[in-house]
C-alpha cells in the first residue's frame, strides 16, 4: 500500500506534467530536461562600467565582458597602463550555469553622460569631478545623489529627463549582453537574467537586486535617487511595469546586506515607522521571496558571540558598512539585522498579521564591482574594488578590506538551465547559498520521511513523494505524535583541475521557533564526518579526512504542533585559509619579528583576522505553521 | 646702508630664508594624508584639491560632503602648512649667516630636482597614476 500511495503523492507533488514550469519565452527545450531537478550555480550579484562606485575604482569591464568572464573567458581588469590596457587578467576555473549584471539603476544616467564623450554633459563641472579626480568625485557625488534631493539639475536637467534618457542607453546594453550570451538553444550551456540593483538607503542600506523572468523588462529600472528611498515605492513600480502591465514581465527583488541595514531591512514597521499591515507584508512575501545571505561585504546568517560557535564567520562586527575603514563607525549591529533573526521575526509577524514577510529563501552572490561574476576563489582573491582597497591604480599590497570576502554563490535546484525554470526555482526558494564553493545540498523535509532515505538510489524521487523540498511548507501533520523529519544529502565541491575542493564536516540543522511568543532557535549535528581534516596556517596545506558526501535523516526530537517553526540545513566544510592568509603568505609576511608589517598587510598579524575558516552552505528553510 | 642690507647683499636675511624654505616646503614636500585616503603629496596639492571641492561646492552641489571633503582638505594645508613654517623657521635660524644663500637655494634646487626628476608623490585622487613627479601634481 505505501509504494501506491507514495507513487500517488509523487504524481501530486511533481510539478505539473511536461515541463514542469510555465515557459513564457521563445526558445529551444533543453535536451537535459530533468523533472526531478538538477543543481545550478550562479551569481546574480555583480557591477559593471555602468555603475558609479565600479567605474571610479576604474572597472572598465561592460556587461558584455563580464558575460564572457563567467562563461570562463579571460577578461582584464584595473589597473590599466597608460595606453588603456589592462595589466591583470582573470580567468573563472569552472564557469557558472547562470548569471546577471545587476547595476546600480542609481545614477546609471549620469555615469554614462559623465564616461560618454560628446554626450550632452559631459563636460560639466561634475564629470569632470569624476573623471579627473574619481575617488573624490565619488565620495562627493555619491553621498549627493545617493541621498536624494540634491541639485542634479546641472546634469539632468530640472526633471531629471537628461539622465532617465542618458540611461536608456546602458539599460539597453545590459538587456544586449543577456540576450547575445543566454543560450536558447537545446543545450541550454548558460542563463542570464536582465537585472539591476535598486541602492535604497534609510538609516542603513536597503539594497535590492531585481531579477526578470524574461526579456520582457520596463523601459527603465526604479531607482531611488528618482522615487525615494522607500522600498513601497520600488514594489509599486514593479507591479505596475512588470508584474500587473500585462506584458508577460516578471521579477522578484532580492534584498542583501541585512547586516549593515541597522536592521531597515528586516523592519516589523513600513518605512513611514506605522506597523506593518497584512496587505503590505503580503506584497512583500510576493515580490521578495529571497534573500542574499552572504556576500563581499559580510555573512548575514547570524549573529556571533550569541551560542552557536559558528555563526562567528565572515561576520562585520560593526553596523555600518563604513565600519571597515574607521573606527568611528564601528557601533556593534543592532537586534534584527540577521537572516536568523528575521525567519523568527517572520513567524511572529505571520501570527499577528495572518502573512509572514519574512518568508525567506537563500541564496549567496559576490556584488563584485569589476564585472567578474563568481569570482569567489579565497586562493586567488585580487579584491571585489567596492570598498575603500582601490585597485585602479595600483595593485594595493592586500587585495581588498580584511574586513570583506569573496562573496558566495546561488544554488538552485530546477529542471532545466532556463530562464523560466530557473525563475520558477527561485520563487518557490528551492535555492541554497554557499559562501563560495559548490557544495551541492539537497533537503526534503516530511512527515513520512523514509530513515534509510539516505541510502535510496532514488533519494530524490521518494524526497519529492514523502516531503517537500526546501523552501516549502510543511503540511499539517498527520495525527498526534507526529514530527516532522528532513533528509539532508550535501556532496563536496569537487573542485577543478589542480584545485580540489574541501571536504565536508558535517551537517547542522537549524531550527527557530516561537515558544509562548518568543523566538527560541538551536542549532542540531545531524551528521558528521568520522574523521576530521585539517588545515596547516603556516603553508595552507589540507590533511585528509573529511567526507566527500553526508546524508542523514533528521527527526526533530522537541517538535511541539501548537508552535511555528523553520528549520533549514547548514552544511559545513573542513578547515581551509581564509583569503587573507593566502594574501599573506604570497606577501612573505612574517608576524614573530620586533617591527611587524605596517599598512594594510598589518592586517595579517591583526588576530580580529582569522586566519582559517569553514566554508559553508545554507539551504532555504522549511516552514511549519500550526492550523 | 644697514646690517639688513649688508646680509641682503652677501647672503639671504632669516625672514627671505625662512620664506624661501616654507614656500618651497609648501610646493615640493610630500605629505601624508592623515585621513581618508594613503596618500603623499605637497601643501600645494592638498590646497589645490580644497580649491576644486570648494569651487564644486559653491558653484554646483554643496550638500552631501562636498564641504566637509574641502575643509579636511584644506584642515590637511593649513595644518602641514604651519608645520612647515616651525621647520622653515628653525632651519633658517640654524643656517650659519655666511652659507644661507648657498645652503637655503641649494636645498631648493635638491628638493626641486628630486620632485622633478623622481616620483615622490602618492596621489590616491588622480584619476590615470598612483605615483607622480611635480609635473603630474598640476594639471
Redesign the interface.
Same mark, same amino acid.
Do not use: H, K, Y
Given at each position: 500500500m505505501r509504494p501506491l500511495v507514495a507513487g500517488l503523492a509523487l504524481l501530486l507533488a511533481l510539478p505539473a506534467a511536461g515541463r514542469g514550469f510555465e515557459r513564457t519565452e521563445t526558445r529551444e527545450d533543453c535536451a537535459h530536461h530533468q523533472p526531478l531537478r538538477q543543481p545550478f550555480f550562479g551569481d546574480t550579484h555583480v557591477h559593471t562600467v555602468f555603475s558609479l562606485d565600479a567605474w571610479a575604482q576604474g572597472t572598465r569591464n561592460t556587461p558584455r565582458d563580464a558575460y564572457r568572464f563567467v562563461r570562463g573567458e579571460a577578461v582584464g581588469i584595473q589597473p590599466h597602463d597608460?595606453e588603456g590596457a589592462a595589466t591583470r587578467t582573470l580567468r573563472l576555473r569552472r564557469p557558472l550555469d547562470f548569471a546577471m549584471v545587476s547595476d546600480h539603476a542609481e545614477m546609471l544616467g549620469e555615469t554614462s553622460i559623465c564616461r560618454t564623450p560628446g554626450a550632452p554633459g559631459h563636460d560639466?563641472?561634475?564629470c569632470v569631478?569624476l &573623471? #579627473?579626480?574619481?575617488?573624490?568625485g565619488y565620495?562627493?557625488?555619491?553621498?549627493?545623489w545617493s541621498?536624494g534631493?540634491? &541639485? #542634479?539639475e546641472?546634469l539632468c536637467g530640472a526633471d531629471g529627463s537628461a539622465c532617465a534618457l542618458a540611461a536608456r542607453s546602458p539599460w539597453q546594453a545590459i538587456q544586449a549582453a543577456a540576450e547575445e550570451f543566454y543560450d536558447r538553444s537545446a543545450a541550454c550551456r548558460f542563463t542570464t537574467f536582465v537585472g539591476f540593483e535598486w541602492s535604497g538607503s534609510r538609516v542603513g542600506m536597503i539594497h535590492r537586486n531585481v531579477l526578470f523572468r524574461n526579456e520582457r523588462v520596463p523601459a527603465l529600472p526604479p531607482n531611488a535617487i528618482d522615487d525615494g528611498h522607500d522600498e513601497r515605492r520600488l514594489w509599486e513600480r514593479l507591479e505596475a511595469e512588470c508584474t500587473e502591465a500585462g506584458t508577460g514581465c516578471d521579477a522578484l527583488a532580492i534584498p542583501h546586506n541585512p547586516n549593515v541595514s541597522h536592521g531597515s531591512l528586516f523592519a516589523a514597521t513600513d518605512p513611514d515607522g506605522e506597523p506593518l499591515t497584512p496587505a503590505l507584508a503580503a506584497r512583500r512575501a510576493r515580490l521578495e521571496p529571497l534573500v542574499e545571505i552572504t556576500q563581499h561585504k559580510g555573512d548575514s546568517e547570524c549573529r556571533a558571540g550569541q551560542g552557536d560557535a559558528l555563526c562567528d564567520f565572515e561576520t562585520l562586527p560593526f553596523a555600518d558598512v563604513a565600519g571597515h575603514a574607521s573606527r568611528l563607525y564601528r557601533d556593534p549591529p543592532p537586534p534584527g539585522v540577521y537572516v536568523r533573526e528575521a525567519l523568527v521575526e517572520g513567524l511572529a509577524l505571520r501570527e499577528q498579521l495572518g502573512v509572514n514577510p519574512f518568508k525567506l529563501g537563500i541564496v549567496g552572490a559576490t556584488d563584485g564591482h569589476m564585472g567578474t561574476p563568481g569570482l569567489v576563489d579565497e586562493e586567488a582573491f585580487v579584491g571585489h574594488a567596492a570598498g575603500?582597497v582601490?585597485a585602479r591604480?595600483?595593485v594595493p599590497p592586500l587585495p581588498d578590506s580584511p574586513w570583506f570576502n569573496p562573496g558566495g554563490l546561488a544554488g538552485v535546484w530546477a529542471e532545466e538551465n532556463s530562464r523560466d525554470s530557473l525563475f520558477e526555482a527561485l520563487r518557490r526558494r528551492e535555492t541554497w547559498g554557499t559562501s563560495g564553493p559548490r557544495i551541492v545540498v539537497r533537503l526534503f523535509a516530511g512527515w513520512e520521511i523514509d530513515a534509510g532515505l539516505c541510502d535510496a538510489a532514488d533519494f530524490e524521487r521518494r524526497g519529492y513523494a514523502t516531503g517537500v523540498p526546501m523552501g516549502a511548507d510543511l503540511p499539517a501533520p498527520p495525527g498526534e505524535g507526529a514530527a516532522p523529519s528532513l533528509a539532508v544529502r550535501a556532496l563536496r565541491d569537487p573542485g577543478a583541475a589542480g584545485h580540489p575542493g574541501t571536504s565536508l564536516e558535517r551537517i547542522q540543522i537549524v531550527k527557530g521557533w516561537l515558544e509562548d511568543g518568543e523566538p527560541r532557535e538551536r542549532v542540531f549535528d545531524a551528521a558528521e564526518t568520522e574523521s576530521r581534516a585539517r588545515v596547516d596556517p603556516a603553508t595552507c596545506e589540507r590533511s585528509a579526512g573529511g567526507a566527500d558526501r553526508l546524508c542523514r535523516v533528521w527527526r526533530d526530537p522537541d517538535f511541539d504542533p501548537g508552535q511555528p517553526a523553520f528549520y533549514y540545513a547548514r552544511v559545513v566544510e573542513s578547515p581551509s585559509c581564509r583569503w587573507t592568509r593566502h594574501a599573506c603568505l604570497a606577501a612573505r609576511v612574517e608576524c614573530d619579528g620586533l617591527l611587524g608589517p605596517r599598512?594594510p598587510l598589518a592586517a595579517c598579524c591583526d588576530p580580529a583576522f582569522p586566519t582559517t575558516l569553514q566554508e559553508r552552505a545554507w539551504t532555504s528553510p522549511v516552514w511549519y505553521e500550526p492550523r | 646702508m644697514g646690517s639688513k642690507g649688508r646680509c641682503y647683499r652677501y647672503g639671504v636675511s632669516d625672514r627671505r630664508a625662512r620664506w624661501l624654505l616654507w614656500t618651497a616646503g609648501v610646493l615640493l614636500a610630500p605629505l601624508p594624508y592623515g585621513m581618508v585616503v594613503e596618500g603623499r603629496v605637497p601643501v600645494a596639492r592638498f590646497a589645490w584639491l580644497a580649491g576644486v571641492s570648494a569651487a564644486y561646492a559653491t558653484g554646483v552641489d554643496g550638500s552631501g560632503v562636498a564641504w566637509v571633503m574641502t575643509a579636511v582638505l584644506a584642515g590637511h594645508a593649513l595644518v602641514w602648512g604651519a608645520l612647515l613654517w616651525g621647520v622653515a623657521f628653525a632651519l633658517a635660524r640654524g643656517l650659519p649667516a655666511a652659507a644661507r644663500r648657498l645652503a637655503v637655494w641649494g636645498i631648493i634646487a635638491v628638493a626641486g630636482t628630486a620632485a622633478l626628476v623622481l616620483e615622490p608623490y602618492r596621489t590616491p585622487f588622480d584619476a590615470e597614476a598612483l605615483r607622480a613627479g611635480w609635473l603630474g601634481l598640476f594639471p
Open positions: 597608460a560639466r563641472f561634475v569631478l &573623471r #579627473r579626480w574619481p575617488a573624490l565620495m562627493i557625488v555619491n553621498s549627493q541621498a534631493g540634491s &541639485r #542634479r546641472d575603500t582601490s591604480l595600483e599598512g | -
